[in-house]
């Protein structure tokens, strides 16, 4: 059965952003929506995740779940996904310091 899919992917090859078109709706940029199958939702995302390289990825879908839909990431970024329970919520890890002492002198 087809769900909604909606797939956001930054800095990742003009390739994989022309696969996507070919499956998706290109809503605003890098930011793809539609309805997909399960077997063509999951080959988009092992192409989008297999090279996004220093980009970072983010695919929804609608499932049958608490919350109504899974969310996955791929690449470096602050915000990770943490299942809670059968929940997932997003996590922030810290930002990196910068060089040097911080401002509070520490």
Not at 6 to 21: F, N
Not at 75 to 81: C, E, L, S, V
Request: net charge neutral.
């Amino acid at each position: 059965m087809a769900t909604m899919t909606v797939l956001s992917a930054t800095a990742v090859p003009e390739h994989v952003r022309g696969a996507l078109t070919r499956w998706l709706i290109e809503v605003t940029p890098q930011l793809y929506v539609g309805t997909l199958s399960a077997k063509v939702r999951e080959e988009l995302w092992q192409a989008v995740s297999g090279c996004v390289g220093t980009g970072v990825a983010v695919l929804i879908h609608t499932t049958a779940n608490e919350q109504g839909f899974e969310l996955r990431t791929a690449g470096a970024q602050r915000r990770k996904p943490v299942d809670f329970d059968g929940l997932t919520l997003v996590s922030m890890a810290a930002l990196q310091a910068a060089d040097g002492p911080n401002p509070e002198g520490k």
